[in-house]
């Protein structure tokens, strides 16, 4: 059983589309990140989202941490070729911060 | 500054050979972990080493190991390499164990096994 569930698992747009990505749980988290990798590279971590309901922004991304902070979405507006790669969330439980536990990523590819 | 590296990028063995992967550390992090990751998928938490001692390890059976030396780099040994080894193996360096610290990831190894 995969602790945190990502969907879509794929993704394939236009370039000027938006799209929303989701990291789910039955489990609570004291925070959440989002990485993006690029082909032949290691995961960036883009943002750490720690408070339930926050929302962060980084140009055209806005990610958000729900309330009960079991869940995140990652939201894209006017997607470009660039930010084409897999999305990848991962978290760390309330009360165990000893391991971060990984999404099985999103793959975003944005076509010209 | 300087990053997390790995070596080496790629690396073909058969079936039965053993393999090490090495990692340096980014300037000033004293803790390192790895990971396998499968083409597509998220990475899978082999194990993490802390001032030259194992530290948390996942799901892996013990052929699969590590070390870590007095400056924070680390290798990753496979022994009795299987073809589902085959994966791209990533380390990631942080200046604690506590998975809250931000870790930093070396672009890979890709080990493919025949």
């Known amino acids: 059983t995969q602790l945190l569930e990502q969907s879509p698992q794929f993704l394939s747009i236009q370039e000027g589309e938006n799209l929303t990505v989701y990291c789910n749980s039955s489990?609570?988290?004291?925070?959440l990140q989002w990485y993006r990798q690029e082909p032949g590279e290691g995961p960036v971590l883009l943002v750490t989202?720690?408070?339930g309901g926050e929302v962060k922004k980084l140009k055209r991304l806005t990610f958000q941490f729900g309330d009960a902070r079991k869940d995140s979405s990652l939201h894209i507006t006017a997607a470009q070729p660039g930010d084409t790669g897999l999305y990848l969330c991962a978290g760390v439980r309330a009360g165990n911060n000893r391991k971060l536990i990984w999404g099985l990523g999103t793959s975003l590819a944005v076509n010209p | 500054e300087t990053g997390v590296t790995q070596s080496p990028t790629h690396l073909i063995k058969t079936r039965g050979q053993q393999v090490t992967l090495r990692c340096s550390s980014q300037s000033g992090h004293n803790t390192v972990s790895w990971y396998q990751q499968a083409l597509g998928q998220g990475p899978q938490f082999i194990f993490q080493?802390?001032?030259?001692?194992?530290?948390g390890r996942g799901n892996f059976p013990p052929r699969f190991s590590g070390l870590q030396f007095p400056n924070y780099s680390s290798e990753l040994n496979v022994n009795a390499l299987e073809l589902d080894d085959s994966a791209l193996y990533l380390c990631a360096s942080s200046s604690g164990t506590s998975a809250d610290n931000e870790q930093f990831f070396g672009p890979g190894t890709r080990l493919t096994v025949l």
């Open positions: 989202v720690v408070t």
């Open positions: 080493y802390y001032r030259e001692e194992e530290n």
């Open positions: 489990s609570v988290f004291s925070s």
